[in-house]
């Protein structure tokens, strides 16, 4: 994943002289955190609904394994068979997706964190910018949450100017049926050109 996004930001950066955006959901965005530290030049960062450690995905994906037996009532059987199998080195498959044990090693190391060497400050330092956006509840309800409100301070101190919030909607990551969210979707395209009208020459 990493190396095929980075494959994808050299290939644009070569072709378009404009503003880098690496854009991650969930997971995506630890994904994208990570990146940003390797590619070697400056990009901006959108994100949706940020997982804050990739353990959470892990537990995520055993949660489902459970919920997957209980009607046989051994969901904690399950999900230790399938911790044994990935710790000697073997696939699991979990709600239709074959998961790799060093997949799971490596996004269970990941933390949400500033590229490393992002303290520095200065004009190509303030021009980065974190657009971090949450959805859930009901209109007029949303508010992010206190764990968001804390990684965002640690961006802030990092130099990255932020545009954090949050947006009703559904968690349409979570169901099965196809959903949309409309006000993530308005808050993200808001984002991104009061960018374009920060970044143009006055």
């Known amino acids: 994943w990493q190396a095929d996004a980075a494959w994808a930001a050299s290939w644009l950066t070569r072709r378009y002289d404009a503003p880098l955006w690496l854009w991650g959901h969930r997971a995506g965005a630890l994904l994208a955190s990570t990146l940003a530290a390797a590619i070697g030049r400056d990009c901006h960062l959108l994100f949706w609904n940020p997982v804050l450690q990739g353990k959470a995905i892990a537990q995520q994906f055993f949660r489902m394994k459970a919920a997957a037996q209980w009607a046989q009532g051994d969901g904690k059987a399950a999900v230790e068979g399938a911790k044994a199998e990935l710790a000697a080195g073997r696939v699991v498959e979990i709600a239709g997706y074959g998961l790799h044990p060093r997949l799971l090693g490596e996004l269970d190391g990941l933390r949400l964190a500033p590229p490393a060497g992002c303290t520095t400050t200065g004009p190509a330092r303030e021009a980065q910018r974190l657009v971090w956006l949450e959805v859930g509840g009901r209109a007029g ?34 169901t099965v049926e196809i959903e949309d969210a409309p006000g993530l979707i308005d808050a ?8 374009d009208v920060s970044a143009s020459p006055a």
């Open 141 to 174: 309800e949303s508010a992010l949450s206190p764990a968001a409100q804390l990684q965002i301070q640690k961006w802030q101190t990092a130099g990255y100017r932020t545009d954090a919030r949050a947006v009703a909607g559904p968690a349409f990551w979570q």
């Open 188 to 195: 993200t395209v808001q984002a991104l050109c009061a960018s």
